[in-house]
């Protein structure tokens, strides 16, 4: 495993795509449980180096009920982006992440991770590229349907702050599917 690690923080495989060059962050461990697979760093991530070290990060640890301690514990939780490097500015945010990651490292990662219990999903694309031809049209329809991915998958928005719309406009994520995401983190990490 740290060997693979070494090699995709090394990767420059997209190089000429990126505005403030490589930084691949990802963190993994042979005996994670859980791994959170969101869209690619920002820019305050890109500089710390640390997988969600920013507002977004602080509101998945709350929606999943965990402490920072938890959270970065490998043997618990791996973090592995869709696009491990910041992908650059768009014209209304950040860009997509790089295609070329998930394609030549995740399996390569996951398969290194026998003891994975829950893969959570932040984002459509993270949902489009794992739950293919299930996935909903909408990334709300996805979420709203979560128990038809479980026990392998839970797909998740994007708990960004500019998300804050999507959140206000569907209450029913925070009570309804939060506590369940939470029970489910809660029993595999007991």
């Not at 043997?75 to 030549?104: H, S």
């Amino acid at each position: 495993m740290e060997t693979l690690l070494n090699e995709i923080r090394q990767c420059n495989i997209c190089n000429e795509h990126l505005a403030l060059g490589p930084r691949p962050v990802v963190s993994a461990h042979k005996n994670s449980k859980i791994v959170i697979i969101g869209q690619a760093p920002g820019t305050k991530v890109h500089v710390s180096g640390i997988p969600w070290d920013d507002q977004s990060g602080k509101k998945l640890r709350q929606w999943l009920n965990v402490s920072n301690d938890d959270f970065y514990n490998t043997n618990k939780f791996a973090i592995v982006p869709m696009g491990f490097c910041y992908p650059g500015k768009g014209k209304t945010g950040d860009l997509p992440p790089r295609p070329e990651c998930a394609p030549q490292w995740h399996d390569l990662l996951l398969k290194q991770m026998p003891k994975i219990e829950l893969v959570i999903l932040i984002g459509g694309y993270a949902q489009k590229y794992y739950l293919k031809q299930t996935a909903k049209k909408t990334l709300t329809e996805t979420v709203g349907d979560y128990k038809s991915y479980l026990p392998k998958y839970f797909p998740i928005p994007h708990p960004s702050p500019t998300n804050r719309f999507w959140r206000a406009k569907n209450p029913w994520f925070e009570t309804l599917i939060v506590p369940e995401l939470q029970q489910k983190v809660l029993s595999i990490l007991a």
